[in-house]
Antibody, heavy 121, light 106 residues
Framework: QVQLVQSGSELKKAGASVNVSCRASGYTFSSYAVNWVRQAPGQGLEWMGWINTYTGNPTYAQGFTGRFVFSLDTSVTTAYLQINSLKPEDTAVYYC??????????????WGQGTLVTVSS | DIQMTQSPSSLSASIGDRVTITCRASQSITSYLNWYQQKPGKAPKLIIYAASSLQSGVPSRFSGSGSGTDFTLTISSLQPEDFATYYCQQTYSTPTFGQGTRLEIK
């Protein structure tokens, strides 16, 4: 079945970097973009951007430029989110989600199970 | 960015109740509107796409309607497993989500 499996929880100190992986299976990886979504504790969903899995070209939402890097390893059908110079306010659950495009809509399905990143000061 | 406003922010209801959640866009998004269900500690799950299409495997008690700027998600007869937080999302332009509606047991 179509599935996205993310790496496990991370505990980091402020100023460090973290790498979150999102391994896809059950479909042709290069045919669907991957989105990244952040959910801070007790808060709603915030779209961070997406990466074109055919070209590798990333697009970042406002507020997620500079310290955030999307990348791919197509040989293992995996997308990555790297966050540099971590800050305590980066503490959140990070989700990857497959982008499904149709003539009259685009939606995210499925989602990875989420990766909790905790940043201590 | 297009702003999405859900109402209510929270809702208490009983098993068997009919419940409606609304979502308003700050400009027309035609039918580029999706609904997700999120349970505590779990990832969001797609339940409605293109405003009114039911995702495969989702019970038929869920339905969506609307176009342009005003949309609704209706649950016809609440079941215990439906208590969760619901988010609308527009993908007409840069994706944005509503703030969420928390559906609680009365």
């Amino acid at each position: 079945q179509v599935q996205l499996v993310q790496s496990g929880s991370e505990l980091k100190k402020a100023g460090a970097s973290v790498n979150v992986s999102c391994r896809a299976s059950g479909y042709t990886f290069s045919s669907y973009a991957v989105n990244w979504v952040r959910q801070a504790p007790g808060q709603g969903l915030e779209w961070m951007g997406w990466i074109n899995t055919y070209t590798g070209n990333p697009t970042y939402a406002q507020g997620f430029t500079g310290r955030f890097v999307f990348s791919l390893d197509t040989s293992v059908t995996t997308a990555y989110l790297q966050i540099n110079s971590l800050k305590p306010e980066d503490t959140a659950v990070y989700y990857c989600a497959r982008d499904v495009i149709a003539p009259t809509d685009t939606w995210f399905d499925p989602w990875g199970q989420g990766t909790l990143v905790t940043v201590s000061s | 960015d297009i702003q999405m406003t859900q109402s209510p922010s929270s809702l208490s209801a009983s098993i068997g109740d009919r419940v409606t959640i609304t979502c308003r866009a700050s400009q027309s998004i035609t039918s580029y509107l999706n609904w997700y269900q999120q349970k505590p500690g779990k990832a969001p799950k797609l339940i409605i796409y293109a405003a009114s299409s039911l995702q495969s495997g989702v019970p038929s008690r869920f339905s969506g309607s609307g176009s342009g700027t005003d949309f609704t998600l209706t649950i016809s007869s609440l079941q215990p497993e439906d208590f969760a937080t619901y988010y609308c999302q527009q993908t007409y332009s840069t994706p944005t989500f509503g703030q969420g509606t928390r559906l609680e047991i009365k």
